[in-house]
């Protein structure tokens, strides 16, 4: 899928912009405070159905106005033009069209547009809490595994009762057996989905990593189920039941899942600059890219935030090349023109938006 074209309306400072001729590589260059990564937001919320920088909508929508739009059209490998469209309202509502028709399910707009994200907040994928991790792994199975939502939407509905007679500490014996029976079915097959991804995403991340960062020392990723390897969820279940009911909730299980990347047996946000983590950041989203563009045929469109912030020039180039071999959409940003230009110099397929006061200028 490629973005063709953007409308924008009342984002922040961007009051009414329109992307035309937009290209595979995209560069937004402006000074501080112009605009750019405001761009990149619209996008986000074209293909998220929310922004990348909070939840509020009072923050999204420009100052004095009632809502905010986005619309787009993509361009599937089969030559199909699909229309997108998002709007959101001070008062919280969402709307959501695709080809001109609303919808629902905010997975429609992430069928069509799948997106990665690099920006200050992918830290998180190393810094923050587990959720996010899980966040990052649940995309990558989405994408390339169509079991996983409906069995997913399962498991969540068979943990919320589950989770509901614990709290109430109003299921018999009988009951809690057979929920408990069926979330343990559904969280099995779930840890199957995200390890069969797994070991399909790991070695990718090592290779590209040995790109980004050679020498850095003995790399590993691990993933961890959210329970003891050596019993089956049902085992675990049963094993954690008794602390379960006087804790309320379910303690074992896919939700507790984490990813972890290691260096020397040590978590790389202990022993990794700030610029070498955002390199390890941009590992993990290279990876699951190139890895949904070989088994699943799709690729995905990269909003890099700032790029070479945190990065020397030698690394900054290490990423445009990857990007480049990946041959993804990328829409990307930059304060002076020439520290990313010059990376995709004679490329044709190179796009340059001047962003400044809110307004967009092709170059």
């Known amino acids: 899928m490629a973005l063709e074209q953007l409308n924008i309306h009342h984002i922040r400072n961007l009051r009414s912009v329109s992307l035309r001729d937009i290209g595979r590589i995209n560069v937004c260059f402006g000074e501080n405070g112009s605009g750019k990564t405001s761009i990149l937001e619209a996008i986000h919320l074209l293909g998220m159905a929310r922004s990348f920088r909070g939840t509020s909508a009072k923050t999204l929508i420009t100052h004095g106005e009632n809502d905010c739009v986005v619309q787009g059209a993509v361009r599937a490998k089969s030559g199909a033009r699909v229309t997108l469209g998002v709007q959101r309202r001070l008062d919280g509502e969402v709307t959501l069209r695709v080809q001109g ?3 629902r399910a905010v997975s429609q707009l992430v069928d069509q547009l799948p997106l990665q994200v690099v920006n200050a907040e992918s830290f998180a994928l190393l810094t923050g809490t587990p959720a996010a991790r899980r966040q990052y792994l649940n995309w990558g199975v989405f994408h390339v595994e169509h079991r996983f939502f409906p069995e997913w939407q399962r498991f969540q509905r068979c ?6 007679g614990l709290r109430r500490d109003k299921l018999g014996d009988r009951e809690i057996t057979a929920w408990t029976r069926e979330l343990a079915q559904s ?3 779930l840890n199957l989905f995200r390890q069969a991804y797994f070991s399909e995403l790991a070695p990718r991340f090592r290779a590209i990593l040995d790109r980004l960062l050679p020498h850095l020392g003995e790399l590993e990723l691990r993933l961890r189920q959210g329970w003891d390897r050596r019993l089956t969820y049902e085992e675990a279940l049963e094993a954690t039941l008794a602390s379960d009911r006087e804790k309320g909730f379910t303690q074992v299980g896919p939700q ?3 990813l972890k990347v290691m260096i020397d047996g040590r978590a790389a946000e202990d022993v990794l600059s700030r610029g070498q983590q955002k390199l390890v950041v941009c590992g993990l989203k290279l990876a699951q890219g190139q890895l949904m563009q070989e088994t ?8 890099v935030d700032d790029l070479p912030s945190e990065l020397d020039a030698q690394h900054c180039q290490r ?6 071999a990946l041959g993804a959409q990328v829409f990307i940003t930059c304060v002076e023109q020439g520290s990313l230009a010059n990376r995709w110099s004679g490329k044709a397929d190179l796009a340059m938006f001047h962003v400044e006061h ?3 200028g092709a170059q």
């Not at 699943?296 to 909003?303: E, G, M």
């Open 296 to 303: 699943a045929a799709r690729q995905c469109t990269y909003l």
């Open 159 to 164: 943990i919320k009762q589950r989770n509901s």
């Open 187 to 189: 969280g099995q097959q």
């Open 256 to 258: 507790r899942a984490d």
């Open 358 to 360: 809110g307004e967009v």
């Open 101 to 103: 028709q609303s919808v």
């Open 319 to 324: 990423v445009c090349e990857e990007l480049d």
